[in-house]
């Protein structure tokens, strides 16, 4: 068959890589994919947002599945313009409805959901422009450190924790005076909870699910978790601290009520469901949902994920996921993810990139790459490639990407040094 996948970053490589594994695909598309995803698929040039036009290119290519990689579309209703469009009905499409991607697109939504389906979270206040005066005063009687959430999506970089009272006032006038812009219309303060992040995987066909593997992201940009959130700095799958006693409290206590909820909610929900996880005292909280799979854990989690993808995907979207077997590789695996200088701030493109041929023993997944009109691999957005190897521990795994990302170079390359630094 042939598959659309939507999406450009690193995650949609990794995506890419596993599903052009699998003989069931005859031909695979990639909108608007990147230098690297061209190895395995077609990239389309088209902007996922853009609707009509990846109606044109599934019509066009003949697609009988797609995959929706990044959370904006979905929150902006890609599967309900499917599903309304009678050209598109009859397309299996993974990825939930409009409604259901708000477990994501509005941190308001996800905190509303967990308090009526018991999951457990941090506290929490909700507060606009109109409530601007009710916020400071709350934040002034609050516990520090203080976390603030822009409500809708900031690209990951809408969570803002302070040690500061002061600072976390002026924090909460810029979210709410448009430094997120309509993301920041309404912000949740939450309680801070001290412990370890790390996050599960779910694919569900609504009814049925499987956990994929876990993995333990690092979304700071400096070294020891300091400096502002990017994106995602480096993963590691399988982190040694979530043991099966853990695990099984993740599926009793957020897994099962989340699909519960979801079911009871009526949400129209093939798809993936990316819970963000802190353990605290050894009890597993839910810090956020995302509607998608994780970048950068996706390519730790898909090079342990041994599983036909692609079939694993039809399963879902046909609702015949009770069925399906879930294997993983035993061995561990860990990404290191190169950016741009600057990032997360403003930065250069344009930089040609050197080495990558020179790496032996990891994959390396593209995110922010393209080919200039002189045929060179050049940088293309803040976080550029991905570094993923095995190993008998993370501990190999992690030094074999970082024997590897020292080979590769482009002006103002960068990453951090310490990831997996806290297991």
Not at 39 to 44: G, V
Request: aromatic content about 8%; glycine content about 12%.
């Amino acid at each position: 068959m042939n598959v659309l996948l939507l999406g450009g970053g690193g995650r949609e490589h990794a995506m890419a890589w596993r599903l052009s594994e699998s003989m069931l695909c005859k031909q695979l598309f990639v909108a608007p994919g990147n230098a690297g995803t061209s190895e395995y698929a077609t990239n389309l040039d088209l902007n996922p947002n853009d609707f009509p036009a990846v109606k044109d290119a599934v019509l066009t290519n003949n697609v009988s599945l797609v995959i929706c990689g990044p959370e904006e579309p979905l929150v902006r209703g890609i599967k309900d313009f499917f599903k309304k469009d009678a050209d598109l009905a009859d397309i299996r499409f993974i990825g939930p409805d409009a409604e259901a991607a708000q477990l994501e697109g509005s941190k308001a939504y996800a905190k509303e959901f967990m308090a009526e389906f018991d999951i457990p979270t941090a506290g929490y206040r909700r507060f606009n422009a109109a409530s601007l005066e009710e916020g400071l005063e709350y934040l002034h009687n609050s516990a520090t450190p203080i976390v603030l959430k822009a409500d809708g999506l900031a690209a990951g970089k809408g969570v803002v924790i302070l040690n500061d009272c002061g600072e976390a006032k002026e924090e909460l006038k810029a979210m709410l005076g448009g430094k997120f812009g309509e993301a920041g219309s309404e912000v949740v303060v939450e309680d801070f909870l001290d412990g370890i992040e790390f996050s599960v995987f779910v694919i569900t066909d609504g009814e049925n699910y499987r956990i994929l593997p876990v993995a333990k992201d690092y979304k700071r940009i400096g070294v020891g978790d300091t400096g502002p959130n990017t994106g995602g700095m480096g993963s590691v799958s399988h982190p040694p601290f979530v043991d099966a006693d853990m695990m099984a409290k993740v599926e009793q206590r957020i897994v099962k009520p989340t699909l519960e909820g979801i079911q009871k909610r009526n949400l129209d929900y093939k798809g993936f469901i990316f819970i963000g996880l802190i353990s605290v005292d050894n009890e597993p909280y839910v810090i956020e949902y995302n509607c998608r799979m994780g970048d950068p854990e996706t390519q730790s989690v898909m090079a342990r994920l041994s599983s036909d993808f692609l079939q694993l995907c039809l399963e879902t979207a046909d609702g015949e996921l009770g069925q399906a077997v879930v294997e993983f590789d035993e061995r561990q695996a860990a990404t290191i993810v190169l950016v741009s200088g600057g990032y997360p701030g403003p930065y250069e493109k344009g930089k040609v990139i050197l080495g990558i041929e020179d790496v032996e023993g990891s994959m390396v997944f593209h995110a922010g790459t393209k080919l200039d009109e002189n045929g060179s691999l050049v940088t293309n957005g803040g976080r550029v490639l991905a570094v993923t190897s095995y190993g008998v521990t993370f501990e190999d795994a992690l030094a074999l990407s970082y024997e590897n990302a020292k080979k590769i170079n482009f002006a103002g390359c960068n990453y951090r040094g310490d990831i997996g630094f806290d297991l």
